[in-house]
Nanobody, 118 residues
């Protein structure tokens, strides 16, 4: 059974930090490009960050560059999103996403809520 299970969301004050985790199971993790997406209130879902299968390269949305860092632990089939200097506009449900490198198969996690508010 394929699972992507996110954790680490919560309520944080502006300027604070959170670390999201995504545990993957039920598929060949090393064949998938892993990403984090988010969907804020009244907004479309958007790509936040992606990491290559080897973990050697990452890409970020302009809105989070310099503040968020995505990493992976391929031995544990996990990816992480370290979020620093959080802003109210970062408030969203954050989703873990897996896409097969050759295209076609895609998996989504159930999402974890991040709320940035004073």
């Amino acid at each position: 059974q394929v699972q992507l299970v996110e954790s680490g969301g919560g309520l944080v004050q502006p300027g604070g930090s959170l670390r999201l985790s995504c545990a993957a199971s039920g598929f060949s993790f090393s064949f998938y490009v892993m990403s984090w997406y988010r969907q804020g209130p009244g907004k479309q879902r958007e790509l936040v960050a992606s990491i290559t299968r080897t973990g050697g390269s990452t890409n970020y949305a302009d809105s989070v560059k310099g503040r968020f860092t995505m990493s992976s632990d391929n031995a544990k089939n996990m990816v992480f999103l370290q979020m620093n200097s959080l802003k109210p506009e970062d408030t969203a449900v954050y989703y873990c996403h897996a896409a097969h490198w050759a295209g076609g198969t895609v998996y989504w996690g159930q999402g974890t809520q991040v709320t940035v508010s004073s």
